[in-house]
């Protein structure tokens, strides 16, 4: 799903991505769908805005992205 989103994205030319979603992780900055996002950001200038997650108001609730 959001790699095919990402592909997308850039086959309809996007220039700005807004992705709101939260979930819990040990590990919020890795993965194959963050090295895509950064390969989007970084190689071909898409602005990408994401949540700090969605978890609620506590200390240590931002997960992914973050």
């Keep these: 799903g959001l790699t095919r989103a990402l592909i997308a994205a850039l086959a309809h030319k ?3 991505i807004n992705m709101s979603y939260g979930e819990p992780t ?3 900055n890795a993965g ?3 090295e ?3 390969e989007l ?3 071909h200038g ?12 506590a200390l240590s609730t931002v997960g992914a992205p973050g």
């Design 14 to 16: 996007c220039d700005l």
């Design 41 to 43: 950001v970084n190689k």
């Design 36 to 38: 895509l996002a950064s």
């Design 46 to 57: 898409v602005i990408f805005v994401a949540s700090a997650g969605n978890s609620g108001p």
């Design 32 to 34: 194959r769908f963050i």
């Design 26 to 28: 040990s590990t919020s």
